[in-house]
């Protein structure tokens, strides 16, 4: 028994940025909480990427994860969507690391295909998935049944992204 660990999913984005912790010991994992950011989208970009900063702040603060995993951004055909969801993405990596925290970051394939098994899953198959995985979980968005799903991404894969890290010379 390796004792329970607490993991953040960040699921970034510019509008809506989705989190969910769960815990996870051995092979059972349970829903500790979920939610989503939402900045104002009249707002500067500058105050929209703070909001975002002060929101996963606040989560970590609260629910003191101990490792956190982002989904990783996936090429819109639109380069400024794309460019905005970069910046969304970089401060949900910036602030886990700025508590010192480990993040993992996994393609929406290899989330999609931990969760549900498929890697072209729709997203009503992750969200219906992620509620079967927690049944506790009340999902208010998809946002947050999203990055429950990169959390859960994160307690199946994250033994390996370990031994690839040590293996590679890089501190775990």
């Known amino acids: 028994m390796k004792g329970t660990i607490r993991f953040l999913g960040i699921d970034p984005g510019l509008r809506n940025t989705g989190w969910g912790v769960i815990e996870a010991c051995d092979n059972i994992i349970s829903h500790v909480a979920d939610g989503r950011i939402v900045s104002k989208d009249k707002a500067p ?6 909001q975002i900063f002060d929101g996963l702040e606040w989560v970590i603060n609260t629910y003191k994860p101990e490792e956190v995993a982002v989904e990783e951004t996936f090429v819109n055909v639109n380069a400024a969507s794309t460019l905005k969801l970069g910046q969304a993405r970089g401060v949900a ?3 886990p690391a700025r508590f010192c925290l480990h993040v993992a970051e996994y393609s929406p ?23 079967m995985l927690l049944p506790d979980c009340l999902l208010d968005s998809e946002d947050a049944a999203d990055a429950l799903a990169v959390a859960i991404c994160h307690a199946h894969h994250r033994d390996l992204v370990q031994i690839t890290m040590q293996t590679s010379g890089v501190d775990a």
Do not use: C, P, T
Not at 45 to 50: G, I, S, T, V
Not at 109 to 126: L, Y
């Open 45 to 50: 970009m500058a105050d929209r990427l703070l």
């Open 93 to 95: 990596m910036l602030v």
């Open 109 to 131: 394939n290899k989330i999609k295909k931990s969760v549900v098994g498929a890697g072209h899953a729709a997203k009503e198959q992750v969200q219906m998935m992620v509620k």
